[in-house]
């Protein structure tokens, strides 16, 4: 986990298979949340296409402190988003958004300057 002071870092530069953030480093997926950054190794929370991000991956987010949660579903709209993440997100205070991964990344770079925004984003299909 490469983590940072304070807010959410920017994303500084993103192509298929690869994202870039700021001077912590690059990754396939990537976790930001405030103060850091880190891969989002699917594994860990039982995410995958077809049964979508799951609601460990988005409970990091919400432990971290974010306000604002970005979901991509990636490049291509491929990756799903489980019936239960929503659920779980619209029962907590935040505001959360689901956007394809450019998408995704041009809203967090803007929301990161005035909240503290968290984001799952899937740089493939």
Not at 8 to 23: E, L, M, T
Not at 37 to 57: C, F, K, L, M, V
Not at 96 to 118: F, M, Q
Request: charged fraction near 20%; aromatic fraction near 6%; proline fraction near 5%.
């Amino acid at each position: 986990m490469v983590e940072k002071d304070i807010g959410s870092p920017a994303v500084s530069d993103f192509s298929w298979g690869n994202i870039v953030v700021g001077d912590l480093g690059r990754f396939k997926d990537v976790i930001l949340y405030p103060g850091g950054a880190r891969e989002w190794d699917w594994r860990d929370s039982g995410t995958n296409h077809q049964d979508g991000i799951q609601p460990p991956a988005v409970e990091l987010l919400l432990q971290a402190g974010a306000r604002q949660v970005i979901l991509s579903r990636g490049v291509l709209g491929r990756l799903s988003i489980n019936r239960t993440t929503i659920e779980l997100l619209e029962n907590s205070p935040v505001t959360y958004h689901i956007h394809r991964t450019k998408k995704a990344i041009e809203l967090y770079n803007r929301l990161r300057l005035d909240h503290p925004v968290g984001a799952l984003i899937h740089s493939t299909c």
